[in-house]
């Protein structure tokens, strides 16, 4: 089955950090670029992250850089988004999405990406 399961959300007082996962399954992961992108309450999707199939390059949105940190291991499937110094800001429901292509796209559409998961809740407050 070609799906994509995020993991790790939950509730963090500013300053904390959690790890989010997504396993995939049913295509070949390490062909293709991946992305985190996230939602907050009442706006848009926002590109976070992307890494390409290879693990090699990586890009990250302003509002994150220094502060996130994506990886994968092509072994297992998974991808992996370490966020430490979590802002009120950053509360959203992240996605992790598939890009079409090997390189991962900086795009916030959702028609730049061929699967999606259904995504995990991060919520900072004090």
């Known amino acids: 089955q070609v799906q994509l399961v995020e993991s790790g959300g939950g509730s963090v007082q500013p300053g904390g950090s959690l790890r989010l996962s997504c396993a995939a399954s049913g295509f070949t992961f390490s062909s293709f670029g991946m992305s985190w992108v996230r939602q907050a309450p009442g706006k848009g999707l926002e590109w976070v992250s992307g890494i390409a199939g290879d693990g090699g390059a990586k890009g ?14 092509n072994a297992k499937n998974t991808l992996y988004l370490q966020m430490n110094s979590l802002k009120p800001g950053d509360t959203a429901v992240y996605f992790c999405a598939k890009n079409k292509f090997a390189w991962a796209s900086g795009s916030s559409s959702r028609d730049d990406y061929d699967l999606w998961g259904q995504g995990t809740q991060v919520t900072v407050s004090s």
């Open 60 to 73: 990250y949105a302003v509002s994150v850089k220094d502060r996130f940190t994506i990886s994968r291991q």
